[in-house]
């Protein structure tokens, strides 16, 4: 079993390294546009988790309004009603 790495031979000649070279930047290249196309695939999923993360919190707004108005009429009522209770315990006497 052999432990050593096996030694790659360099191109020697001026051409043969150029065409390695732009090999290896043709490579570059692509593995750049794909980072490119990754990176604009999640920008692409922020935007849309942004959109519906403002939906989400417009739609808990109308919400709470709502929830608000709610309580303020009960609070109202109760209010009127304690009022009423009052009353009559007043004529009761």
């Known amino acids: ?5 096996a030694i790659l031979a360099f191109p020697q000649a001026p051409r043969d390294r150029l065409r ?5 930047l043709d490579d570059a290249l ?3 546009a794909a ?11 922020l935007r849309q988790a942004t959109q519906d993360l ?12 709502t929830t608000q108005a709610q309580v303020a009429h009960a609070n109202l009522a109760a209010r009127q009603l304690h009022e009423t209770a009052r009353q ?5 006497e």
Not at 20 to 24: P, Y
Not at 54 to 65: K, N, P, T, V
Request: charged letters at 25%; hydrophobic letters at 45%.
């Open 1 to 5: 079993m052999d432990t050593h790495p």
């Open 20 to 24: 390695l070279a732009l090999r290896r």
């Open 30 to 32: 692509a593995e750049q």
């Open 35 to 45: 980072a490119v196309a990754e990176f604009r695939a999640g920008i692409g999923a």
């Open 54 to 65: 403002a939906g989400s919190l417009g739609q808990y707004r109308e919400q709470l309004d």
């Open 88 to 92: 009559m315990e007043a004529r009761a």
